[in-house]
Each structure stands twice: as C-alpha cells, then as structure tokens.
C-alpha cells in the first residue's frame, strides 16, 4: 500500500517537472509566432508602444487590408509566383527521390554505399559557392529572371533527405507483395503503380510536405535569380516591401502571416507522418 | 536479371545528374576561380595563383585578413553553439514528448511551428523583437531586472553573434524534434518494460537503451545539421548592418558573399568557400569514413 503511493507520488512529480520544460520549451517556441499574429492585428499608432501586451490595443484589420491593396505590396503576384515555383519544384524533385528511395530501398547495387555518401556529403557545399556557378550556368542558357532557372535549382536541393525519408517508407512495405503480384502474372511497372505507389502514397505526400516546405521558404536563391519586380516570390517580395516601408510592423506582419498559412496547413496534415518516417531511412 | 541489374543505375540517375550539376560542378569552378581575380559574374579571369589565399591568411589589423580570421572563428563558434543548444533542447522535447500525457497533441504540433515559418519572416519578427525602442525582449529583460536600460541587440557594426543564435537555436528546435522523436519511434516498447522489470530507473535506460539504439541517427542527424549551419546563410545576412565591413557577427558564408557580390571580388569570395568548405570536411571526415563503414557492415 504504501509503495503503491510512493510510486503514484514520484509519478505526479516527474509528470509536473515535464509539464513546466516542456511549457518552457512551447512559450519560447511559439511566443514569436504569436507576436507576429498580435502585431498584424494591431493598429498601427500602438505598435511602437512602450508598453508590452499580448492581445492588441485596439484590434484593426487596417493592416491586412493595406497589404492587399497597396501596389508595392504585390501580394497577389508573388503568391502566385510561389506556388508555380513550389510545387513545379515539388513535382519535379519528387519524382526523382522517389525513383531513388525506390531504387536504395529495393537492390544491393555497386556504388549503393558512395551514392549515400555522395547525398550526405552534398550539403556541405557552400551556398555561395553553388550560387555563383548556377548563376553562370543559367545564364549561359538564359535563364536568370525566369522561373524555370529557379526551379532548376531547386530540384538540386533538398533531395538528401528525401531520398532517405523515401527510401524508408519503401523499406516498408514488404517485398512479399510485390513478388506475389508478379507471381499473379502483373508486369513490374504495374506493380509499382498499382500497388507500391499507392502503399507508399502517405509516405510520398509527406515528403512533398517537406520539400515543398523548403521550396516555398527559400530566399538566398529566390534573391539572385530573380531581379524584375514581377517574378519575385514571397519571401524576396516581403524584403523588398519592407524596404518600402521601413517602419511599418502592422503591414510587414501581416504579410508574414498570408505567407504563413498555406505551409502551416499543409506542415500540419503531413506532420503525422513525417515523425513516423523520417529517420526510417537511415536507422537501419 | 541481368536486365534488372540495370534498373537501380536508371533509377538513381536523375538525382545523380542534378547534385553533379549544381554541386559538384560549382565545387570545380569554384575552386578555378579562387586562383583567379575574377571580379564578377561573367568578368575576365586571369590566374593569380595563391593570390587570394596569401591576403586571407595575411593576418593584420585591418582588411580582409583580419576579416578572415575574425569570421573564421565566429563560424566556429556560431556552428557549435547552435548546433549544440538545436540537438540539446530538440533532444529533450523529444523524449519529453515521447512520454504518453494529457494535451500531448496540441504540444507535439505547436512545437514544430517554427519549422514552417519562411526564415525571412522568422529573421524581420526576431529582428523586431529585438527592437532597441519597443522590442519585447528589451522589456522583459528590464522588467526582470537584467538589463539597466534599453540596448540594441543586432545590426550594428560591433553587434555580438549571441542574438544571432538564439534565433539559430529557435529555428531548429523544431527540426531536432522531429528527427529525434522519429528515432524514438523505432526502439521498441519492450527493451523499456524489460529493464523495469529488471530495475532499471530512467536514467539507467537512457543511458543503456535509448543512447545505444539512438547512436546512429543522432550521429547523422548532427552532421547534416553541422553542414546546414556552418554554411547558413539567412538569419546572418538579414540581420547584418547593410554593407558594413568587417561585421563583426560575420561567419565564413556572410563574408564570402560580401566579397563575391557586394564588393565585387568573386575570386577572392571563392577562395573563402573553399577554405570553408575545406575546413568542414576535415572536421567531419572521419565520421563519414565511419558512416561509410558501418553502411557496409
């Protein structure tokens, strides 16, 4: 009896000291996401106010609305800009990584250990450095102040963990069932389009999640690629506006938060299976 | 199945073709035009030989060799300490997350947030946080009794790199979690119920189960991490002082982009790329050796 309530006491006291870190952990977190959303509902003669507060003096929503009628903003245009290059880029990547998992997860093949190593050793690469040699490449083909240059660079990066997160989710799904589909007299392309794609279907979105997370985020790039006004995507459009308006919080956080929503939305359906898959790949 | 045998190579080709392009050639011309004085994209070039590496390693008080050591060890320090404070606080969020409690969605999802934030955005809100008339940080560090009066934290000359990396270690938290929490997924349930039984306490199981099994992810894990961040490049650049020499906060990435794009001296720009890159390789290389081991194993 009494063990029973000592066990039962030390429990409630692990379950309250985990409570406060990980609370800890959630305000420091989130409390810059939430002064963000605070900031874009404020009015603007409050924003600079000596006093702090978390809910807004006086709620407007003057700030979205300046933001989605003033030109210079170009929200309209860079939205759509965006979502071209993210998911063209996302299409395009990911049909590759997921030949690649496919191909890491499947066979034992010379060179399956450098190819790995290749992918991790990639990322050390300075951004600098392969920004200097796309910029002459694309323009030898013609390509800088177009989408389609972006994109060409886009597809180079990312695909490290891609391919892993890929290769895991392949790794998954048992052989077996291809094999018998064969046995059943199905060809190898209709086994993996009928039957391993569809499997590996929530792995496949989750790491489009990713890579679209990534693609829709990126600047350095987006910045040096895309120098006329009417091609730049939203991170670059949202330096650039607030170039314009350089003391102006209201409008800039506003804009932050329209940028925000899509990746959030899409971050939280796939988030589920992202922690079940991302490591998969390479622990074992 | 000779035919099969070719499948793999097909399959793997596309990804090989783009990393050659815009890697590993970038690796070669970068490295030609750190022997040349290029001055910018498309200029002339003409071989200097070790030119640009002796004015790096050239030392002195002013000029671009101070400016070189000074964001050599701001690299160093920039990359362990975000690194270290990412894997440590991810790490911990992880196993505390692992647990089963009440409310353990709605902190599983708030926790990542940060990750889907464009780091422009998240680099203009810290940047405003730490505004040195009406940020919130500068009240509460007053109000707590931790600073006397208002300072300002970022974009001067002379600003220290500490602010830099809070955001560095806020950024990544979310990742770090995700990617441990996921590792924490595959040690099965039973190892743990097993050493109860056997009267193991908590601290006793991280140590004999959770590390061991964890060993390799983590090692991974902390390498990409330790690439990703030794070369970042936004949170640095935004939050500089616009076009200031020998920023202070400056890492290697900021400095080679400065010289390439800002002062036109590309060839020099290079030159400190490939030191940079240089200097990483060595430092990780011999836990690629490992990892190429332990994948053939």
């Known amino acids: 009896m009494f063990k029973f309530r000592r066990n039962k006491i030390i429990k409630v006291i692990t379950d309250i000291v985990c409570y406060v870190i990980l609370t800890a952990i959630l305000i420091f977190c989130v409390a810059p996401i939430f002064w963000i959303i605070k900031t874009s509902f404020e009015t603007p003669q409050f924003i600079r106010s000596p006093q702090i507060q978390w809910i807004p003096i006086k709620f407007t929503l003057q700030n979205y609305i300046s933001v989605l009628t003033n030109p210079n903003a170009m929200i309209f245009r860079a939205f759509l800009n965006s979502l071209i290059v993210a998911l063209s880029s996302t299409a395009l990547s990911l049909t590759m990584t997921t030949m690649a998992g496919y191909a890491l997860s499947r066979w034992n093949f010379k060179g399956k250990t450098q190819f790995n190593v290749y992918l991790l050793m990639v990322n050390m690469v300075p951004g600098t450095l392969v920004l200097i040699s796309m910029f002459v490449i694309l323009r030898r083909l013609d390509l800088i102040n177009s989408h389609i240059g972006l994109i060409l660079f886009y597809i180079s990066t990312g695909l490290t963990l891609a391919t892993w997160m890929l290769k895991g989710y392949f790794d998954s799904i048992p052989v077996e069932i291809e094999e018998q589909a064969r046995i059943d007299g199905a060809s190898h392309f209709q086994v993996i389009w009928r039957i391993i794609l569809p499997l590996a279907l929530p792995g496949i979105f989750s790491t489009g999640a990713y890579l679209f997370l990534s693609y829709w985020n990126e600047y350095m790039a987006a910045m040096t690629i895309l120098q006329k006004q009417e091609l730049r995507t939203l991170p670059v459009q949202i330096v650039n506006f607030m170039g314009f308006q350089r003391v102006e919080w209201g409008p800039i956080m506003a804009y932050s938060v329209i940028v925000m929503i899509p990746s959030s939305i899409l971050f939280f359906i796939a988030q589920k299976h992202m922690v079940a898959g991302l490591t998969a790949g390479y622990s074992k | ?297």
């Open chain 2, 1 to 297: 199945m000779k035919k099969r045998h070719l499948t793999p190579y097909l399959l793997i080709l596309p990804t090989l073709i783009a990393l050659l392009v815009f890697t590993g050639y970038p690796l070669i011309s970068g490295i030609f035009y750190s022997f040349t004085d290029i001055k910018f994209i498309g200029g002339e070039a003409v071989w200097v030989g070790l030119a640009n590496y002796q004015k790096l390693f050239s030392g002195g008080r002013i000029g671009i060799g101070r400016f070189f050591n000074q964001s050599f060890w701001q690299t160093i320090l920039w990359t362990v300490s975000v690194v270290g404070g990412q894997f440590t606080l991810g790490f911990l969020t992880a196993l505390l997350l692992n647990r089963n409690f009440r409310g353990k969605g709605i902190y599983n999802i708030l926790i990542l947030l940060p990750w889907t934030i464009p780091s422009v955005v998240m680099v203009l809100t810290w940047q405003w946080m730490y505004d040195p008339f009406f940020g919130l940080i500068n009240f509460y560090l007053q109000k707590f009794g931790l600073i006397a009066k208002y300072q300002v934290w970022v974009g001067q000359p002379n600003s220290s790199i500490w602010p830099q990396v809070i955001v560095g270690i806020w950024r990544g938290i979310p990742f770090m979690t995700i990617m441990m929490l996921s590792g924490l997924k595959t040690i099965p349930k039973d190892l743990y119920e097993a050493a109860t039984v056997d009267g193991a306490n908590i601290i006793q199981q991280f140590f004999h189960i959770t590390l061991p099994l964890m060993k390799k992810i983590i090692t991974i894990n902390l390498m990409i991490s330790v690439m990703w961040w030794w070369n970042s490049f936004d949170i640095q650049r935004i939050m500089s002082p616009v076009g200031s020499l020998g920023y202070n906060a400056s890492t290697l990435p900021i400095l080679a982009w400065f010289e390439s794009f800002q002062w036109n001296r590309l060839g020099s720009g290079a030159a400190i790329s490939v030191i940079s890159l240089v200097v990483l390789f060595v430092l990780l290389s011999s836990h690629i050796k490992q990892q190429m081991q332990a994948v053939k194993d």
